[in-house]
């Protein structure tokens, strides 16, 4: 990411700071063990949270690599530790912060759409639509006159999914300027607890490398179930996995067909991987999806080194998002092949989000049958008197794997029947009572806009 921005400022204070840290430690540190500990967490995570915003200046690496040495070689020559220990952990921690990083939407003129991280979406806050528009457009050219989301335009340019998350990224009216922030954390800020569960996540992808070369193929299988979608599509993968699933080239081993080619593309032979992967009739759906950018780099032959490498390199999230897709590629081949219509790449692509999103939404909050849309008139009894008192019950789900919520809320009457209910995805590393909270704000909205007024507001503290 290159910026103009006062870089020389930025980078200045960081040597500073790594300076002061360093000398202040000389006098203070009581141990060995306490050294490394400060090294590792402290020093590595400061410079780094800079370094990686900014392409920082060449004559200061060296400076600052010179500070760091300096401070570790005076204290313990000859302990077998060498520098370059240092900078690859800097270099970890560097992606670490990478992966939580994003920009916080203000003027919008520092953002460019298409290549910076900023849309709050679980993938890499990046955009995935094909771009419509020059790569060098900035976030304020999706404004309107009044500096507010151009949502006509939005909704001529970008997927669905990306609407709703653009749309609800708040625009303020003072201009405020553009702000990195660390989406893992409510405040914006970077702080040891939500970079310590980004890092747990992160350890685990190096781990399933390291594990899947082995002759242990268990976390394959175990990655396998322990998905979030429905079950139909965990036994799919599966029988993608094992080739098992009828493309033509089995059925032509099995001398059911006479022919083994692809019905999409009628010039290869139609192995599982080609039906999912391969076929240059589905590659455009795949270039829509975070597997587009190094695809071309993989050498895969048969469905599981797919499966293998797109579980090591995605967050939970992605994972269970390449099923979908796959269940829906394979959906779309069928309905080709036995009635004659397949949907549009970008059909297709959404279908899978959309199918995720809304699995995600009912599998999280299982009381309500909604995600929330607004008001929905569908599921509120608007005959209910609006004169007695009501009563909210709020739930928030934060027990879940991964980074996503889930709010549930229900509103009754005084004679406990049932008026309303909404359920809602919310997307972040929040504590039990944060989420409590979350789910009591969403919940006094929700009744709110439905127009009550006098309302008693209950929820399940617990571990309060
Ligand atoms: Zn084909």
């Not at 759409?113 to 806050?125: A, E, H, K, S, T």
Request: hydrophobic share 40%; charged share 20%.
């Amino acid at each position: 990411m290159v910026t103009g921005r006062g870089r020389k400022q930025i980078f200045g204070t960081v040597k500073d700071r790594t300076g002061k840290r360093i000398s202040g430690w000389k006098e203070k540190l009581p141990s060995r063990a306490d050294e490394e500990v400060l090294i590792k967490a402290v020093l590595q995570a400061m410079p780094t949270y800079s370094m990686s915003c900014f392409r920082m200046p060449k004559g200061m690496c060296k400076e600052l690599h010179g500070l760091m040495a300096k401070f570790w070689w005076s204290k313990k020559a000859g302990l077998g530790y060498r520098p370059s220990r240092i900078w690859s952990s800097l270099i970890w921690g560097k992606d670490l912060l990478k992966a939580g990083l994003r920009w916080r939407v203000g003027n919008g003129e520092d953002i460019y759409v298409y290549q910076d991280r900023w849309v709050p979406l679980p993938m890499n806050f990046k955009i995935i639509s094909t771009p419509q528009f020059d790569v060098s457009m900035k976030v304020c050219e999706l404004f309107n006159a009044a500096g507010q989301w151009d949502e006509e335009l939005l909704n001529a340019n970008f997927w669905e999914q990306e609407v709703k998350a653009i749309l609800q990224i708040p625009l303020a009216s003072n201009h405020r300027e553009d702000k990195l922030i660390w989406h893992y954390d409510q405040s914006g800020k970077y702080s040891v607890r939500s970079s310590y569960m980004v890092a747990c996540m992160k350890k685990q992808r190096e781990n399933g490398m390291e594990g899947s070369s082995t002759q242990d193929g268990t976390f394959l299988w175990k990655k396998l179930w322990s998905l979030q979608v429905p079950n139909k599509i965990k036994f799919f993968l599966w029988r993608c996995i094992l080739g098992f699933l009828p493309s033509r080239q089995n059925l032509y081993h099995k001398k059911i067909l006479n022919s083994p080619i692809c019905p999409r593309c009628g010039k290869k032979v139609e192995s599982v991987i080609h039906a999912i992967w391969a076929c240059s009739e589905v590659k455009a759906i795949w270039s829509l999806s975070p597997w587009s950018a190094n695809r071309h780099e993989w050498r895969i032959t048969f469905f599981k080194e797919l499966w293998q490498v797109v579980i090591v390199v995605s967050s939970k999230q992605e994972v269970d998002l390449f099923a979908f897709l796959c269940w829906d590629i394979w959906n779309d081949r069928n309905n080709l092949l036995f009635q004659g219509r397949s949907l549009e790449n970008v059909s297709v692509f959404n279908k899978a989000l959309a199918y995720q999103t809304e699995f995600y939404s009912v599998t999280l909050a299982p009381i309500c049958s909604h995600n929330r849309q607004g008001p929905s008139q569908s599921y509120v009894n608007w005959h209910a008197s609006l004169d007695g008192q009501y009563k909210i019950n709020v739930d928030g789900a934060a027990k879940l794997a991964g980074l996503v919520r889930g709010v549930g809320v229900v509103i009754r009457n005084g004679n406990k029947e049932f008026i309303a209910a909404c359920s809602r995805q919310v997307i972040g590393n929040f504590s039990a009572q944060a989420m409590e909270l979350t789910a009591a704000k969403e919940g006094l909205q929700f009744a709110y806009d439905l127009g009550f007024r006098d309302i008693v507001l209950e929820m399940d503290a617990q571990g309060w």
